[in-house]
């Protein structure tokens, strides 16, 4: 019941409140470099806040170095310069991808309930969609249930903590852990 309520606030805070606030330490400290890592609603906050940054920074000037969203329960096609189903339309933070000097990454599962069937039918039901109308759940799925969707991601299994990936700046990663993000009950599932 708290769905709406708490996707919006962490949009709000993230682009109102967090993006600002590291631009006022970055002036602080010019040095900084800032990874962003956030979880469910969390990975929409630290993704918001990109929209945030003052001066729009871009590439080195920027101070966030990473972003990493674990089981993000908002839009796969937040990132988006254009819809699949709809080319003239954009996700909410397009182009925001650029305010990020390195490598940007997405754990998501199938076994994830909430990203998966909880987040998708509470979108339905708000009428917020971001997809292609052929595939009713495709349409509506958060990026922890995918990954980054339209975005020219590529994709590898996440692996044990010895694994090594080949991270890029300004590349995004759809880390599948759909054999390690596997434990939990309903209603939310492995999230």
Known sequence: TTYWTMKSRAGIIGQNALGPLIGQIQTLVPG???HLL????GARLVSY????????PVGAQSPVKSLFLLQGAFSHFAFADALP???????DLAGMAQRVDGPLLTTHSL???AVGTAYPLASVIAGQDASDATDVMYRWEGMGHDGAQAVNAAG??????QTKYDFAAGRWLNL???NIIVNGGPPSGAH
Do not use: E, I, W
């Open 111 to 113: 076994k994830d309930l």
């Open 49 to 56: 806040s990109l929209a945030g940054l003052p001066g729009n």
């Open 38 to 41: 956030g979880h469910s609603f």
């Open 85 to 91: 189903f709809d080319t003239s339309r954009k996700g």
């Open 176 to 178: 599948d852990g759909n």
């Open 156 to 161: 590898t299994a996440l692996g044990n903590v």
């Open 32 to 34: 900084l470099r800032v």
